[in-house]
């Protein structure tokens, strides 16, 4: 470690489901394996921060450091974690997946982020919202350089931003393919951008009027529809016609409700591809007639890995595709008063992030 490295930190603590989380002073981390040890620059707060700290995921061990999102400077690197293109003093981001074995089949043959060993950082590995954290250098990503506020800024990619590019590149989508997006939030913003971005037409379906006409005012949605403002049974036929007659090409559900599900398989064409981003708390009764009948595929997205998150950052970054960061510069003292005003829905400026320096 470097010789300007303090021994101990603060850090964001969960210390018991559905409390505040308490800010305390712990040791360090020291890089071991494959791991660099970060100075936290920013770490974005998440919606799944919530679900994770109200105890809705199960028991985990606790106290856990919160956070998974985040851009960090580089100040040591562990023993293994040389030959991955990386140095001390690099920025860089990374997606959630931490201590991937990098033997299994699942590693070799589909990618670390589907290895059954790994960790994730602000769940089952320590989290962002601390001064510093270990990241897995076969995770990271090495930031282009930038000033603090716009690099700063990027921290929201490595979650929301790589989520909905894998969806995309799942969707095998074409220059000329219609998309559906069905959720308007963070996600689906991006997503729409990155759709555009990639010369696909987009409808973006939602049932709150503020936040479609917020996507359709700045240009991001060519189409924007209220499921609301229409019978289910009369959607498909209210999207063709926005799309000269046509159903849709792809549909990406980025809500977890399940009418959001039903909306999506009622206005793909046949031979569709509807991509599952958000994560339905219960069952969804699926009529595989719909499946079989018109060959519809359903293929499911998640937070990828390094290969992933790396295209992703370089065509955000070249397309000048940012997520929207809440104006307000927070703290780390902030945190509980952050969770509060996402759980109350009042933060409509974009992604608050602590700004650790
Ligand atoms: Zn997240
Ligand atoms: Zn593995």
């Known amino acids: 470690m470097g010789s300007h490295t ?5 850090a964001a603590l969960c210390k018991e489901f559905g409390q505040p989380i308490v800010i305390e002073e712990v040791p360090v981390p020291v890089p071991t394996g494959r791991e660099l040890l970060v100075r936290v620059q920013a770490a974005s707060l998440c919606h799944s921060d919530l679900t994770i700290t109200s105890g809705a995921l199960g028991s985990l ?31 860089i981001g990374a997606p959630l997946w931490h201590g991937m074995c990098l033997e299994c089949l699942d590693c070799k043959e589909h990618g670390p982020d589907f290895c059954p060993k790994k960790l994730t950082k602000g769940v089952s590995a320590p989290g962002y919202f601390s001064e510093y954290t270990l990241v897995d250098a076969a995770c990271a990503v090495v930031l282009p350089a930038g000033d603090a506020a716009s690099t700063a800024a990027l921290s ?19 220059s000329g393919d219609t998309v559906a997006i069905i959720g308007a939030g963070g996600l689906g913003g991006l ?32 189409e924007i529809l209220n499921t609301r403002s229409v019978a289910p049974e009369e959607v498909p036929a209210v999207v063709a016609a926005l799309n000269k007659g046509r159903l849709v090409d792809v549909a990406i559900v980025t809500s977890g409700a399940l009418p959001a599900y039903q909306t999506g398989l009622s206005i793909i064409r046949t031979q569709g591809r509807l991509i599952a981003v958000g994560i339905p708390h219960q069952e969804l009764a699926l009529q595989l007639a719909v499946f079989t009948g018109r060959c519809i595929s359903l293929i499911g997205a998640k937070v990828p890995g390094q290969r992933s998150a790396q295209k992703c950052v370089d065509f955000s970054v070249r397309k000048g595709i940012m997520p929207e960061i809440h104006p307000r510069k927070f703290k780390l003292e902030d945190i509980n008063e952050m969770m509060q005003l996402m759980e109350q829905g009042q933060v409509q400026e974009g992604r608050m992030v602590v700004q650790f320096f």
């Not at 061990?61 to 030959?83: C, K, M, N, Q, W």
């Not at 790589?162 to 969806?167: C, M, Q, Y």
């Not at 997503?191 to 991001?220: E, F, P, S």
């Open 61 to 91: 061990p606790r106290p856990f450091i919160i956070g998974h999102e985040a851009v960090s400077i580089v100040e040591a690197l562990g023993p293994d974690a040389t030959g991955y293109g990386i140095k001390i003093g690099d920025s």
């Open 156 to 174: 929201p990619l490595f979650c929301a931003g790589i989520t909905v590019w894998d969806a995309l590149e799942r969707a095998k989508l074409q």
């Open 191 to 222: 997503a729409a951008r990155y759709a555009q971005a990639m010369g696909g037409k987009v409808i973006v379906l939602d049932v709150l009027d503020d936040q479609l006409h917020n996507l359709k005012g700045k240009g991001v949605a060519d």
């Open 6 to 10: 303090p021994t101990t930190m603060k």
